[in-house]
């Protein structure tokens, strides 16, 4: 069985067909990649899949479990995570601080226990700090855990971003175009540290991405969309050379 089963996924926005019969399934372990054009309706997509639009039509699965439709926040105690294109950091907490911001569903303790400064209160914070620590130095940012957000580098400011995402536990890492600002030093460093997160802690993960070396450099699958369809889908190195995908995605 497929991690996540998607099936005739649809949404609509004012009479525009944003995102049509879109399938996708995507095995445990699996680095895939959904490419096309700027407007394609990449983003819809993670948007659809993470609960922030609710499809028209279509089922989504994940690990057996139907989560169509479902609020953002269920979805994600469901095991989808996610980072932006734009980052989207809390920049006036510091590193570690965002990093707990993730651990905080499945490290509860009451409002009454928060404000009263209660025994669990303690244990829970010692937990999110231990585990917030761990997370960082996976990243080689625990140097860095008091720092404010705003004050890492772009390059680290995407690792954190990832960081806190895992924070959540997920069973699927959306990462939208993640290597977007990046130099080509940076893109580099990304791509091991996208490898060692699936081989770490045997993630799954689908990225939006336009840079091609990056894709065709960690992506075993791909999915091209077009207009808010699906144009191809298979092996990395097949579809990119796929005449079709040359034409409507790199523009020859």
Do not use: W
Not at 22 to 29: L, M
Not at 47 to 71: A, F, H, Q, S
Not at 92 to 114: F, Q, R
Request: glycine share 8%.
């Amino acid at each position: 069985m497929a991690l996540l089963e998607v099936k005739n996924l649809g949404i609509s926005f004012g009479g525009l067909r944003a995102v049509n019969a879109f399938d996708i399934e995507i095995e445990k372990g699996q680095l895939y990649g959904l490419i096309g054009p700027n407007g394609a309706g990449k983003t819809t997509i993670f948007n659809l899949l993470t609960g922030v639009y609710k499809p028209d039509e279509g089922i989504i699965k994940l690990d057996g479990e139907n989560i169509t439709g479902k609020k953002a926040i269920d979805i994600n105690k469901a095991g989808i995570a996610r980072t932006f294109q734009n980052i989207r950091l809390f920049k006036d907490m510091s590193v570690k601080d965002n990093v707990k911001v993730g651990l905080h569903n499945h490290h509860p303790y009451s409002t009454l226990e928060g404000i009263l400064r209660l025994p669990r209160y303690f244990k829970v914070e010692k937990e999110m700090d231990e585990r917030a620590m761990e997370l960082l130095k996976v990243f080689d940012l625990d140097r860095e855990a008091d720092l404010l957000a705003s004050n890492l580098p772009y390059g680290k400011q995407r690792k954190l971003e990832i960081a806190r995402a895992l924070a959540t536990d997920p069973k699927l890492l959306l990462l939208d175009e993640p290597a977007a600002g990046m130099n080509p030093n940076e893109t580099k460093e990304l791509m091991d540290t996208i490898r060692f997160v699936r081989d770490k802690f045997d993630m799954t993960i689908l990225l939006i991405e336009h840079d091609m070396k990056l894709v065709s450099g960690i992506c075993e699958k791909l999915t091209v969309l077009n207009f808010g369809e699906v144009l191809k889908q298979g092996d990395t190195s097949t579809v990119l050379n796929d005449p079709q995908v040359i034409t409507a995605y790199l523009g020859e």
